[in-house]
């Protein structure tokens, strides 16, 4: 008896993880071992891996074959029944846009990026206009397909991609609670701050010992090994499949912490992928929620338990023992408050907790505006300066430090952007729920001992995979719905602590 | 107007050397870079690919395609047929065997694999015979459908992949001639190298400046580091294509010289590769023309200039600079009497320019026998041991510095070793014809400089890429066919020069 049309289906999908785990590997190499002069021979086995990775995914037989499934599928399991509708949704999205628009997207943005390059570095962002003009063409009209094709308005056709089942309406409602509270808490924030003195951490850091520190640390949070690297790259990132899951970070030697808070946001990633369910492993219903949550499990270890109280107290014998520092600076309290360091930045990537949401819904605002046509390219720089002045009271001095910081426009990434300021407030979310299921946490966490924490998380969100919505899964792990409020509740508490 | 069938298979084959490039990347990785604990998901992601890349090259399509080229030949220049020629081997070779038998070789290879370690570790024959058994049988049904599919005999088509269009007469004629040879001259070179008395070379050499030595010798040489890397790994060897061609070797803090020389022929290995006419980069007719002649650029570098008076020369102020050694034993004269050690060795891999033919002899006789059922595999240990006795006049004290020591009949590769001898051999022959035409070639390599001997082997062999058969390429760069004269003469000159 043949297999029936799900467990072909299962098989079709084991050999699309493999191609899948290959590109990744392909692009943790480029980014981190690929000697300088080799990118057009990468370039042509990424693309050509893409290309039979589509082939084999947007094949007639895979239509036919979910066809047949979807119409036996009384006797599957939830998590059949939860896979095969993932498999719909990757094969719908690889569907809806034709060959051809994939591969002039490809060459556009290649071009886009390389004049966004110059652009930045020249300040000049009449260079970028005609290429961000011809990107946002070309995803007008991807949208416009993949919205007709999943049954949505063509911005949400895009968001859906990386905070799946996170409606345009839901993102609105989350981002304009931010927008009420985010300024003033910013303001009042900074005039506590202004009370404090914070001594200046100055010295050089060897980068063999801060490797080594960042390597006990990991080791404490449970990073694999064995299976599992850690490497340096310009930008960090996470790569790989669970099983063979690389993180990169990236050292300074006259700044201590922001190599471990990049190891830490990593390794976030990381040990979201590692959580996810085994027996699923090389299924759409065992990969992870999408950016949203991903991005919530990274800034919820970087940001949220990295810049706590508990792990400065944590840190301090760690940085004793590798650097052999100490003095009042090197204090616990002193740590914390310089993790906690409020400060309005021009650059998204250099914010801090605090004011970051608000680079975000910046980016929202204008990103729907360009889409829709309301505001122009030429517009863009103006539009983003006031944006920048309204929300965070500093005016970028030209383009470099203004709309052109960020490359992901560049590559045709519009949608993407809200998926950060959301996992932000998803990890908060978590967080709160966490501290009241384990009111020793901070105590653990002080210790060095990160097993309740991710006992709890896998247990919660990580073994869910794919299988519910983010909403669901909120709902799941919190018992509340999706909101801003304890997002909020959580940078108050924090940010406005009086000096005691 | 559609493109024409030999257009077509270009394109194809693009597509093919993508794939191929991809899967050398995923090979290296896991040698270089791959956490422990990873090999399965590794294993997976290969195996899909490979699958991929097979059912590519199988598909009737290409059949269809090699036929109507081949029929509509005329118009095509010399390299476009040289590379029909060529699209056809390769397809002939993938479709003589099914899919099955593939499977099943994989598998019992893997299996066998796993028994030769523990039976090597053990030294216990016994464990590794019905693995062996087995193997030997799936080879049998392999050389078959191979020679069948080819018109060659079985042996034949199993050597035929990796020393095209030398003939099993080809090899017994070379072969004889050094076993004639070989045994009496290594008798004389002991006697001669006993009369000379030759200081050890001791002490620790940091792995770090040995790195460092050996990254200025393969600049010198002319390896494109930003084109290529050199790292470690447990077996040297040479993965990738031309673009990014990386290379490793294996470090030993006690000996100076094994790291530099391993680094010397996987940098012969990598300069083929890099001379490799790029117009063909990505076509089969681009691709080096088999392991016997790869074996002899590998061999040509580390044994026949590496191991040299000249690189002695230019050797001797490097080792001084990165390890500040001076003193009698650090001259030129020293060291290259170090380099030509002569030594019987029961171990193949540790074996001396002198004796290492004999070792590939003697394997290249048993596994003939094996093959035709001539010798068993329960015998298989006594006849090793007599055979090295005749050939070397050393007798294994066991099976694992004997018939166990070598890792490729438990991978089932079958008819490979004559390559290693062969390459000894065209190395030879082309020396004899460099030194001719470049008469300063010997001070040229003392002072460093590389480029002469690269640019006549990229004239005469590198740049010819598949486009000749190896006797053809022989008789084309040095006008003598292909004979083991050159190397016997070589051999002579080298280890019999009198004590002056």
Redesign the interface.
Known sequence: MPASPYIQLEQEW??L???H??LA??RW?AAV??????A???G??L???E??HHALLTAPRITRLLDRAQANAQGLEDWQLANLREMRRQRDHAIAIPVSLISRLARTTARAEVAWTEAKRQDNFGLFVPHLEEVLHLVRDKAALLGQALGLPPYYALTDEFSPGVSPADIDTIFKALARRLPGLIREALALQAQRALPALSGKFSLGKQRALVVQVMRAIGF??????LDESEHPFTEG?P??IRVTTRFDEGDLLSGLFGAMHESGHAMYDLGLPQAWR?QPVGRDRGMALEESQALLLEMIIGRSRAFAQYLKPLLEQHFGVTGPEWEPESLYRRFIRVRRSLIRVDADELTYPLHILLRHDLEKKLLSGELSVRDLPEAWNVGMEQRLEVRPTGAADGCLQDIHWALGSFGYFPAYALGAVIAAQLWERLRGDIPELEQQIGRGEFSGLFDWLRERVHSLGAKVTVKELMKHATGQPLSASASLRYLEAKYLEEPS
């Open positions: 084991r050999r993880h493999a191609f785990g290959a590997l392909l190499d071992m690929m000697p300088r002069g080799s057009d021979v990468r042509e086995q693309a050509a891996l290309t039979e694999p090994f064995d299976r599992g690297r499949v099983g063979d090389d």
